[in-house]
């Protein structure tokens, strides 16, 4: 099983709905929602205890939650996001200190709670919503700047909420939400145009406002909302699910010792560790950090949860 541990609190920094990223070994998180407000701050850790604030005010970008940003190019590309309604803008920035915005106007339209993948040496981003529109298109860029549309209906389901990773050189998408919580759902993509099922039957259950990472070399799952209601406590994912392949699904832990949705969760290579950073427990931003350095194998391959 998963063993986590509580490695410190930060009250001053609780939030959910924030962006991170891994950029040379250090931890890098953005923006989000207090609950009251949103934030347009970025700070660093390389332990997840000693944090240092990189960027605010005029040199970052503006207030947001629900982004997604991810390393290209030597770079940190932040995309989109909301404030009360959708963003389409897209900002750069070559060390988390100084943000530039490359374009105010990006042809994918307004959204958030998107998916951002960098691979193949593109950027591509799928998914989200507009506060009307659940979308279901696929869009690619190299620069952040000029985006092509690839595909107008990737999955089965228009999407919102979904976890990603890249791994094995593809993209995948993980669950996700339309109206209700997708039921057991992945799916993966090579170049954009043509997506594939992971798995029709993915056995970590209905699952949204969860987080996907690659650790130990296999795709891990944490925390996320089984309902179609944010604010419920009671449907707080608690569970850790695992797969090499993304058709076969092991439990890491039914119970990793906290509840958690619309978080952070990053892994560092050096010390190997795999952190889960801020969110919501379903009522209130927490400003909590825990940490693990592995998830045990098993060998029972789920079929239900």
């Not at 850790?45 to 960027?55: H, I, P, S």
């Not at 503006?62 to 940190?76: L, P, S």
């Not at 951002?116 to 952040?144: E, K, P, Q």
């Amino acid at each position: 099983m998963a063993i986590f541990k509580l490695l410190t609190t930060f009250p001053t920094l609780a939030r959910y709905g924030h962006a991170g990223v891994v950029f040379n070994n250090r931890i890098i998180i953005s923006g989000g929602y207090t609950g009251s407000a949103y934030l347009n701050d970025v700070w660093e850790t390389v332990d997840g205890v000693n944090w240092n604030r990189l960027a605010t005010g005029v040199n970052s970008f503006t207030e947001r939650a629900y982004h997604k940003m991810v390393v290209h190019d030597n770079c940190i590309y932040l995309v989109g996001g909301t404030n009360g309604g959708g963003l389409q803008d897209v900002w750069m920035s070559r060390d988390g200190t100084k943000w530039d915005r490359v374009t105010a106007n990006a042809g994918f339209g307004a959204r958030f709670s998107h998916n951002l993948w960098s691979i193949n040496d593109r950027l591509y981003m799928c998914g989200g919503y507009n506060l009307v529109t659940y979308f279901n298109d696929i869009w690619s860029s190299r620069d952040g700047v000029s985006w092509t549309r690839e595909n107008n209906g990737y999955a089965r389901n228009a999407r919102t909420s979904a976890g990603s990773v890249v791994y094995d050189n593809k993209m995948w998408v993980l669950g996700g939400y339309d109206g209700v919580a997708l039921q057991d759902d992945s799916l993966w993509s090579v170049e954009g145009r043509e997506w594939r099922d992971g798995d029709l039957t993915a056995y970590f259950g209905a699952l949204n406002l969860h987080a996907a990472e690659v650790f130990d070399n296999k795709m891990v799952v944490l925390g996320g909302n089984r309902s179609a209601t944010r604010s419920s406590p009671t449907t707080v994912n608690k569970a850790l699910f695992y797969s090499y392949t993304g058709t076969e699904w092991y439990l890491g832990s039914s119970d990793v010792g906290f509840s958690i949705q619309e978080h952070v969760m990053l892994a560092l290579k050096n010390p190997h560790r795999l952190y889960v950073i801020f969110g919501s427990n379903g009522s209130a931003a927490t400003g909590q950090i825990w940490v693990t350095e592995g998830v045990e194998f098993k060998d029972n391959i789920l079929t239900s949860w």
